[in-house]
T-cell receptor
Framework: GAGVSQSPSNKVTEKGKDVELRCDPISGHTALYWYRQSLGQGLEFLIYFQGNSAPDKSGLPSDRFSAERTGGSVSTLTIQRTQQEDSAVYLC???????????FGPGTRLTVT | KNEVEQSPQNLTAQEGEFITINCSYSVGISALHWLQQHPGGGIVSLFMLSSGKKKHGRLIATINIQEKHSSLHITASHPRDSAVYICAVPGRGAQKLVFGQGTRLTINP
């Protein structure tokens, strides 16, 4: 079956521009997660959605970052006024319900010039 | 906050060798994840375990809840096993995973 998909796979943007990253979770998965992997760094949690509950945004690094999940399915991570330190691979994962195994998408490599 | 330490950071071995990667964490957990990240960047979940041992093919994961320690073993290693192996545990909030820095494994033919 189809796995988690993300788009675009690569994005190059100029400093100060806004970007939107998209995640399509596995159909039927109620939990969706966004992570970031900066160059030479480990993975870090950004935000988590579970069903219709309020998202856990505690990992978002600044108020320039926001995310939404429409209809309990597709999610969009938006970064406003991008900075060079935002350059990273942004990974999305989904799981059937919270506490279950997470399935990762291929990631979006964001480069801010 | 849960702290996760992996060792070694880098590991190079010859094809066929038995590989062990270790993960220690600081706070009791409900489950631990082992992930594999290939050079292209894609991440695959290998195991999620909360006790004892799990086996999948040549990969074996064990966990000792009392000692807050887990190991990932690879038997009869192969060059295609070359990847970064990452351990992750729940942080503050069960679903907020905290990740180790990863172990970069290189298997030479």
């Amino acid at each position: 079956g189809a796995g988690v998909s993300q788009s675009p796979s690569n994005k190059v943007t100029e400093k100060g521009k806004d970007v939107e990253l998209r995640c399509d979770p596995i159909s039927g998965h109620t939990a969706l997660y966004w992570y970031r992997q900066s160059l030479g760094q480990g993975l870090e949690f950004l935000i988590y959605f579970q069903g219709n509950s309020a998202p856990d945004k505690s990992g978002l690094p600044s108020d320039r970052f926001s995310a939404e999940r429409t209809g309990g399915s597709v999610s969009t991570l938006t970064i406003q006024r991008t900075q060079q330190e935002d350059s990273a691979v942004y990974l999305c994962a989904s799981s059937l319900v919270e506490g279950f195994e997470q399935y990762f998408g291929p990631g979006t490599r964001l480069t801010v010039t | 906050k849960n702290e996760v330490e992996q060792s070694p950071q880098n590991l190079t071995a010859q094809e066929g060798e038995f590989i062990t990667i270790n993960c220690s964490y600081s706070v009791g957990i409900s489950a631990l994840h082992w992930l594999q990240q290939h050079p292209g960047g894609g991440i695959v979940s290998l195991f999620m375990l909360s006790s004892g041992k799990k086996k999948h093919g040549r990969l074996i994961a064990t966990i000792n809840i009392q000692e807050k320690h887990s190991s990932l073993h690879i038997t009869a290693s192969h060059p295609r096993d070359s990847a970064v192996y990452i351990c992750a545990v729940p942080g503050r909030g069960a679903q907020k995973l905290v990740f180790g820095q990863g172990t970069r494994l290189t298997i030479n033919p």
